[in-house]
């Protein structure tokens, strides 16, 4: 995977994300670079992503419904751009805790 993909790849889902969560905190990490080598890694890295997303829409759902709606909002992306996600998704107020 080029650069050029990765940041492709990184925008899309920044701009799911945030139409579909309003997001207060949004962070994508590609670690794509770490995963070299074993199954469903990319020869160039992507592929394998961290986010982290505060927002008030998770406020009464517990962690797998959280996760539930990343995924529905990222669907086409886990299908063909995203091997794996590893997700942290909290409300503001979890987010001061923190």
């Known amino acids: ?11 899309l889902l920044r701009a ?3 139409e ?4 207060e905190r949004l962070e994508i ?3 794509g670079h770490l995963h070299a080598g ?8 992507g592929g394998h992503y961290r986010v982290t997303v505060v927002s008030s829409a998770f406020e009464g759902m517990g962690p ?3 996760h539930r709606k990343v995924y529905a909002l990222l669907e086409e992306e886990l299908k ?6 590893a997700l ?3 409300t503001p107020a979890e987010a001061q805790l923190r």
């Open 1 to 11: 995977m080029l650069a050029s993909e990765m940041t492709e790849t990184t925008g």
């Open 16 to 18: 799911k994300l945030t």
């Open 20 to 23: 579909g969560l309003s997001p």
């Open 29 to 31: 990490e590609d670690e």
């Open 38 to 45: 074993h199954a469903g890694a990319r020869e160039h890295g």
């Open 64 to 66: 797998v419904a959280r």
């Open 80 to 85: 063909t751009r995203v091997h794996a996600l």
């Open 88 to 90: 942290t998704t909290l």
